[in-house]
């Protein structure tokens, strides 16, 4: 039986569903949409004949962006190779992701890095292929790499040493309240070829459920740096009416009134260019095919100079909700998502600029914004599905 997390985001997707009039099949052959979970796409896309209508939710090799050290590898090596063009402007605009080291192989690298730091400096280690926070820890000492080396028999040569990313760790996040918060924001890729690039306006701020501080005893608590929702609801003395999440409107409202609307504009804008320069930095590595589509869940760190640093991509972003407005936001989601996949062909093919609550950002070239908005981007504004 699948884990409850499972089972909700499996009913809310039936309840999608059946509310747009569609039925569950039991054939393996005879459907139109799959929802269906990576590991199936590995095991079973390849060996499959699907008919021109048929649609599933996964890119073949998804991971070049949603695996940690694949996404630190394309957007390094996105990087570069612009660098090596002379696209300097361009290639500067890649800096939203903090310093990635891959463990182990890139071990006497991050070494050196680490050395070029003063004292204290926090680093994070994440494994690659775990969510919800787990695995995760910091360390601001080398012997505290040592420690987690004889945990998990590291060694160069050794195949069994799980893999792990270490990052500079984001010290200076804008707090609210004095608790630290990052964002999801949802993106759907109907094509990469040519690459058409839809996001949801709607999103959630994810907070720590106790204040921030970055002293060596607070560490190791999860419940002060982590921000997964999966995490905070363990929490000592979680309050599961209140929840730990704000729509992101509340949260660009709440900037707005603090930093004036021109800086959360340019804030805004800039998360929706990060998310398109992450996308162009596999376009040509992504195994395109016309049945495919993916809408990835953005988890994104607003630092207190409000630059925002892309922390890590998502393949399958949790569907389950937590509070009727949780699932409001992801039934409308998934709703708007299967009309701008136009399965049942009502858009007859077009590639619409707004369908339901998503916004086409990019469409084989960045789309031009509405010269009579006051805003850059509709991210974060009201939804008016």
């Known amino acids: 039986m699948p884990p409850p997390d499972r089972r909700r985001a499996l009913a809310q997707i039936y309840d999608v569903f059946r509310a747009r009039g569609w039925r569950e099949t039991d054939s393996d052959t005879d459907w139109d949409v799959a929802w269906v979970d990576t590991g199936w796409i590995r095991e079973n896309f390849d060996t499959m004949h699907l008919e021109q209508h048929q649609r599933v939710n996964h890119f073949r090799n998804h991971y070049e962006l949603t695996r940690k050290d694949s996404m630190n590898k394309n957007l390094k090596r996105m990087q570069r190779a612009l660098q090596r063009e002379d696209k300097l402007e361009e290639a500067r605009k890649y800096d939203f992701f903090p310093n990635t080291y891959v463990l182990p192989v890139d071990y006497g690298l991050f070494v050196e890095e680490f050395k070029n730091h003063q004292a204290g400096t926090i680093w994070i280690m994440k494994p690659i292929a775990k969510a919800q926070g787990k695995g995760i820890f910091l360390f601001n000492k080398l012997s505290q790499i040592n420690e987690w080396k004889k945990d998990h028999r590291w060694k160069p040569d050794n195949p069994q040493a799980e893999t792990y990313v270490v990052q500079r760790y984001i010290e200076n996040p804008l707090l609210v309240g004095g608790k630290k918060f990052d964002l999801r924001i949802y993106a759907l890729v109907s094509s990469y070829m040519p690459l058409v690039v839809y996001l949801y306006r709607s999103g959630f701020a994810r907070f720590s459920s106790f204040r921030y501080n970055t002293k060596q005893k607070n560490l190791g608590d999860t419940y002060v740096h982590l921000t997964n929702a999966a995490v905070q609801k363990s ?129 084989n070239g960045p789309v031009k914004t509405d010269k009579q908005s006051c805003y850059s981007t509709r991210l974060g504004c009201f939804d008016d599905r």
């Open 235 to 363: 929490a000592p003395g979680y309050d599961a009416g209140a929840g730990c999440k704000w729509p992101l409107r509340q949260l660009k409202l709440y900037l707005i009134g603090k930093f004036g609307v021109g800086p959360t504009d340019r804030l805004f804008l800039e998360i929706q260019e990060l998310i398109i320069y992450s996308l162009l930095s596999v376009q040509k590595i992504m195994i395109h095919d016309k049945h495919c589509f993916e809408m990835y869940g953005y988890d994104i760190m607003i630092d207190d100079n409000l630059k925002p640093w892309l922390i890590e991509v998502n393949a399958s972003p949790s569907l389950s909700a937590d509070s009727p407005q949780d699932y409001e936001l992801k039934f409308g989601l998934l709703d708007d998502l299967y009309t701008v996949i136009d399965v049942e062909n009502k858009l007859g093919g077009n590639v619409e600029e707004c369908v339901g609550g998503y916004d086409l950002i990019y469409n």
